[in-house]
């Protein structure tokens, strides 16, 4: 069974640093990753997902790379503001019976203040 | 604009009582999903479907049942059974055609619905 982890659990840095958030997972023939945010109280909204064949993908600031050999995710999310404050969740899909569904995550929290 | 809607946003269940959980998809996907979210803990798999007319468990389906009579339809029932309803319940959708195809698709969710028992 895939175990996906993420760390730190919670991220609070001031209005315009540069910032990693980190996934690893234990299975890494993966196809493929996906990162997600999180508003609270609100359903899941995708940021970026990221083939097994690929390196990195971009998506205006957010910048989101994979390592399949080391069972490793980072999101790199540039010039952090405040609207970026949300849950970060990264997700990868089973490859087993129960195809296409994900595997979560617990999420960073990440905060960024003014 | 096409999506996945989920309602209602909030939903309050009395002891003994059924209720259902409503996700609608226009995305022409195949495959749906129902996921569990509780405070501290990742999201988990209650049922999954990949075609119409079929449906599996998964990893929490005890004291919930659902449907798939419709391939934009995906309702889920949360019975009597289970015995601690209240969090935060997330639909998903994804493409499919071949078997390999799901797995690199991308899953999108709807907005939740948040059951609280009274």
């Known amino acids: 069974k895939q175990e996906v982890t993420q760390i730190p659990a919670a991220l609070s840095v001031p209005e315009g640093e540069n910032l990693v958030l980190n996934c690893s997972f234990t299975?890494?023939?993966?196809?493929?990753l996906q990162w997600f945010r999180q508003d609270p109280g609100k359903g899941l909204t995708s940021l970026l997902l990221?083939?097994?064949?690929?390196r990195e993908q971009t998506s205006g600031r957010l910048n989101a790379s994979l390592d399949k050999s080391s069972g490793r995710s980072t999101l790199y999310i540039a010039a952090s503001q405040p609207g970026d404050s949300a849950t970060y969740l990264c997700?990868?899909?089973?490859?087993?019976?129960?195809?296409?569904?994900?595997?979560f995550g617990r999420g960073t929290q990440l905060t960024v203040w003014p | 604009d096409g999506g996945i809607t989920q309602s209602p946003k909030y939903l309050f269940r009395k002891e003994g009582q059924n209720v259902t959980l409503s996700c609608e998809q226009n995305?022409?996907?195949?495959?749906m999903y129902w996921y569990r979210q509780d405070p501290g803990q990742g999201l988990r798999l209650i049922y999954y479907?990949?075609?119409?007319?079929?449906?599996q468990k998964g990893d929490i389906a005890e004291g919930y049942s659902v449907s798939r009579e419709k391939k934009e339809s995906f309702p889920l029932t949360v019975t009597s059974a289970q015995k601690n309803p209240t969090a935060f319940y997330l639909c998903?959708?994804?493409?499919?055609?071949?078997?390999?195809?799901?797995?690199?698709?991308?899953?999108?969710f709807g907005q939740g619905t948040r059951l609280t028992v009274v």
């Open positions: 998903a959708s994804r493409r499919s055609g071949q078997v390999n195809s799901l797995l690199n698709t991308e899953a999108f």
């Open positions: 990221i083939q097994s064949s690929q």
């Open positions: 299975d890494s023939a993966i196809y493929n």
């Open positions: 997700a990868v899909p089973d490859r087993g019976s129960t195809l296409g569904r994900l595997y």
């Open positions: 995305l022409n996907h195949d495959a």
């Open positions: 479907s990949q075609i119409v007319n079929d449906f």
